[in-house]
């Protein structure tokens, strides 16, 4: 059975970092393009950050430079490294596949505020 779980997230400051991780089972992520999402209320759900088989990452100009996508091949674990956090990061974020997407974990909610 194919499971994503997210966490990481919290209530920081602007200007503060958080690390999001994603524990995959059932699915192997250096086999698949993966990406984070984000959800932020009366949003839909966008793509944030994606990273191919080969490890070609990209970003949307709204995070590019200040969020970075990578895996632990080993661990199997997707990662999001956020710094200088802005109170529009706030969402609930997301792993899943960017081509067939998964069912959906719960996310992760990242609160940005001061």
């Known amino acids: 059975q194919v499971q994503l779980v997210e966490s990481g997230g919290g209530l920081v400051q602007p200007g503060e970092s958080l690390r999001l991780s994603c524990a995959a089972s059932?699915?192997?992520?250096?086999?698949?393009?993966m990406a984070w999402y984000r959800q932020a209320p009366g949003n839909q759900r966008e793509l944030i950050a994606s990273?191919?088989?080969?490890?070609?990452?990209n970003y949307v100009d709204a995070v590019k430079g200040r969020f970075t996508i990578s895996r632990d091949s080993v661990k199997n674990i997707l990662y999001l490294q956020m710094n200088n956090l802005k109170p529009e990061d706030t969402a609930v974020y997301y792993c899943?596949?960017?081509?067939?997407?998964?069912?959906w974990g719960q996310g992760t909610q990242v609160t940005v505020s001061s």
């Open positions: 899943n596949r960017v081509l067939s997407p998964l069912s």
């Open positions: 059932g699915i192997i992520l250096l086999a698949n393009s």
């Open positions: 990273i191919t088989i080969g490890g070609t990452t």
